[in-house]
């Protein structure tokens, strides 16, 4: 018989083939200093599986579940050898001890969690993402737009593609959040510490497109990868200040270029890792992106549980959003699309 439990001590060795944002080694970093939620099933009084969310609360003070910090996707942890039909009772086990006075909004691996989510009550929500598969590689040069050719050739022109180390990535990614007056949504002490223990496990490189004549980093990138597929995980761009020159048009495009051969080269799938749902120009300028370098449509699954209070006020949501940004919004912590 399957039981839950919060005691996370003898948790079994996961189960292999897993994305990369739900590796042991990721999601051991990810928790740490952040307040989260873990539920486990046990079988003959030993753990056997867990989920766990990070809890967070609003700029109305309401308590939320997301996926751990800086993980795009999440879902149950589980034993190599389990069967397909004890996953399956126990995932549900798992979501059913998910705690009710918490909005949940998770990013699930798979379609099977999705579905077994939608069936315990959760509603689905619609959210695009982009791949490169490893068969379109050979021609994809040929699938860019018109556009993306132009830029990458500016940009091989006028750039040069080299790499940093982990904290020069995040000194890098914090300078440009600071002079678009925005924090990031978790810790980058986290994020820093997840890229240089990927580089230590060969599942992670850094990306820089630097000016060929005043050496200033115009984009950089950082990417994580597992057995099947290369994520497009960080990315920054330069924002122009006085006595600067403009960021070159094409300079993340040559980067991603760059990552894309990389994952050629590695035999893997190329994923845009989630262009958003949300109709803002940001997101727009992700589709436009990532259609312009190739990129095949597909969807993240993703599914929320609101509180009954955060249901009630989700008609006014908009114009709460609104009144946060221009108040207190702009000195808190700004939640980014995974």
């Known amino acids: 018989m399957l039981f839950v439990s919060h005691d996370v001590s003898g948790i079994p060795s996961q189960e292999t083939n897993v994305p990369v944002y739900m590796q042991d080694w990721l999601t051991d ?6 307040e989260t939620r873990r539920v486990i099933v046990t079988e003959n009084g030993k753990p056997l599986g867990s989920l766990t969310v990070w809890l967070q609360r609003n700029g109305l003070g309401m308590k939320q579940g997301y996926n751990l910090p800086w993980a795009r996707v999440c879902g149950p942890h589980f034993p190599k050898e389990i069967s397909e039909e004890k996953r399956t009772d126990a995932t549900r086990q798992l ?13 699930l691996a798979n379609e099977s969690d999705f ?30 737009s018109k556009m993306s050719k132009r830029h990458l050739k500016q940009a091989q022109r006028d750039l040069i593609v080299t790499t940093t180390t982990p904290d020069g990535f995040i000194e890098i990614y914090e300078a ?37 004549d005043s050496g200033e980093i115009d984009a950089a990138i950082a990417c994580l990868w597992d057995h099947a597929r290369y994520y497009y995980w960080m990315t920054t761009r330069r924002l122009q200040v006085d006595g600067e020159a403009k960021p070159h048009q094409g300079a993340v495009k040559l980067v991603l270029w760059t990552a894309i051969q990389d994952a050629a080269a590695r035999g893997l799938t190329f994923d845009f890792d989630g262009a958003g ?26 599914v929320t549980r609101e509180t009954k209070v955060e249901q009630a006020l989700g008609r ?23």
């Not at 979501?95 to 990013?107: A, M």
């Not at 993402?129 to 021609?139: E, H, M, S, V």
């Not at 803002?280 to 597909?298: A, C, I």
């Open 29 to 34: 970093i990810a928790t740490r200093g952040a």
């Open 95 to 107: 979501v059913r001890q998910l705690p009710r006075n918490v909005s949940l909004f998770l990013k």
């Open 115 to 144: 579905m077994l989510f939608l069936e315990e009550g959760f509603k689905p929500v619609l959210e695009n993402n982009y791949f490169i598969p490893l068969a379109g590689l050979p021609t994809l040069h040929a699938a860019l």
């Open 176 to 212: 440009d959040l600071a002079r678009r007056r925005r924090k990031p949504y978790a810790p980058l002490a986290i994020a820093r510490d997840i890229l240089a223990e990927g580089q230590r496990q060969g599942q992670a490189r850094i990306f820089i497109a630097k000016r060929r």
């Open 277 to 302: 749902f949300d109709p803002t120009p940001s997101e727009f300028g992700k589709v436009r992106l990532y259609d312009g370098m190739g990129g095949q449509r597909s969807v993240r699954y993703t």
């Open 316 to 338: 006014f949501r908009p114009s709460i959003k609104r009144a946060i940004r221009s108040t207190v919004g702009k000195l808190m912590p700004l939640q980014m699309n995974q």
